[in-house]
């Protein structure tokens, strides 16, 4: 089932709207990622993906509390200084709660089941595209009796009075940082945004310049010699990096939270959902569940079928490789994470039109399934150079 039909055509965003919106970067020569397409859905797909979402989640949170009670941190593929830290938080997530993440997945729209590719479940992004860029485009298409799966910042919003109710005796205030891309502090505003609506006090500081003590918990340098304590960190910062590339701060951060001085979002447990060879551990214990893809430590499971090799900490469509059933390679993307273990899955072909453009799902997860989105591109890897893609639902 090719999607041509589905695909309504309007005028892209300008610069100056995006200017107006605070989203300049994605103008300019940047403008081909944003399309002026809206791609329809209807509500029984809208439930699809809904039930999909929720399900995949209850898996993921079995999945989680085996690796723990079995002690397979190796297989999941996370190194030992992050086994007490994601123990601590995940045996405590009713405080240390999981904010966000993202569901990639295939199928629904071409007619086919919805299936997992991946859970981006720490560090996700693509939310200022979603939660603003798409509602813009709708609103200006002049589509009538209309409407979207958008409700990304009012789940976020209740996540947080979730926070605060759950951790009464802190101060509600957040520290937001990144490592200073520019992308990433977009989609921090927007997160930060929907706390500051509810009544949290705000405040911005790059990684690089917080102070960090396993004594005395996390500080805000706020002006010479005057440091500001911070009880809920926002980190747009992955915990693998935290992990391998700075494994000092791995081991202070574990002992602020243990010694309960700070919160930080999104949990530590949430690297264990973000590992790929999660895929795996899922299809060993839920094997052929109408979500999953089957995924294997070793292609060999793979003789004479199409399948993706992936390493279990890549971003972006980096360091993907997608075989035919001959074992020849047909498509792949460089990247820098090669040093990691890969994982072996099934290949799923993404829905497509007409030009062999291909189409992969992000749905959002926000305590519950909240927000749609679409990523395009005209490869079977969906990687940095794939366009964003609007929807709207017909009633």
């Known amino acids: 089932m090719l999607l041509d039909a589905r695909l309504f055509e309007t ?29 329809e859905i209807n509500t029984a797909e809208i439930e699809t993906y809904k039930r999909a979402c929720r399900e995949l989640y209850e898996l993921y949170e079995k999945a989680a509390q085996y690796v723990i009670d079995t002690k397979r941190w190796n297989d999941a593929g996370i190194p030992d200084n992050a086994i007490e830290l994601i123990q601590y938080t995940w045996e405590n997530r009713h405080q240390h709660m999981h904010l966000y993440g993202r569901f990639d997945l295939s199928g629904v729209i071409n007619g086919q089941p919805a299936k997992l590719i991946e859970f981006n479940a720490d560090t996700a992004t693509v939310i200022p595209e979603t939660a603003i860029i798409q509602t813009e485009l709708l609103r200006n298409s002049g589509l009538r009796n209309v409407s979207q799966f958008n409700g990304l910042k009012a789940s976020l919003s209740k996540q947080f009075e979730r926070l605060s109710l759950q951790n009464p005796d802190r101060p509600t205030a957040i520290l937001f940082s990144t490592l200073g891309h520019e992308e990433d502090a977009l989609n921090t505003d927007i997160i930060a945004d929907t706390a500051k609506d509810i009544g949290y006090e705000i405040f911005y500081m790059p990684m690089e310049k917080i102070f960090f003590s396993p004594e005395e918990g996390i500080f805000m340098p706020v002006r010479k010699d005057e440091y500001l304590p911070i009880d809920f960190w926002f980190k747009l910062v992955p915990w693998e990096f935290i992990a391998w590339e700075e494994p000092k701060l791995m081991d202070i951060l574990t002992q602020v939270v243990l010694k309960d001085l700070c919160v930080i979002l999104n949990p530590a447990y949430t690297m264990l959902f973000q590992s790929k060879a999660m895929l795996k551990i899922l299809w060993e214990l839920f094997p052929n569940h109408p979500l999953l893809l089957e995924a294997t430590f070793s292609p060999k499971a793979f003789d004479r079928r199409a399948y993706v090799e992936k390493v279990i900490y890549g971003r972006e469509g980096e360091n993907v490789k997608i075989f035919n059933p001959a074992g020849i390679c047909l498509e792949s993307c460089e990247g820098e994470y090669s040093h990691f273990p890969s994982i072996y899955q099934a290949y799923e072909e993404l829905p497509k039109d007409s030009d062999n453009e291909y189409y992969q799902a992000g749905l959002y997860y926000a305590g519950k399934p909240c927000a749609l989105s679409y990523r395009r591109r005209d490869g079977l890897i969906i990687d940095e150079d794939s366009e964003f893609i609007s929807h709207y639902i017909k009633e």
């Open 11 to 39: 005028k892209a965003l300008s610069n100056k709207k995006l200017r107006k919106l605070g989203l300049e970067y994605f103008g300019g020569e940047d403008m081909e990622y944003l399309t002026g397409e809206l791609l």
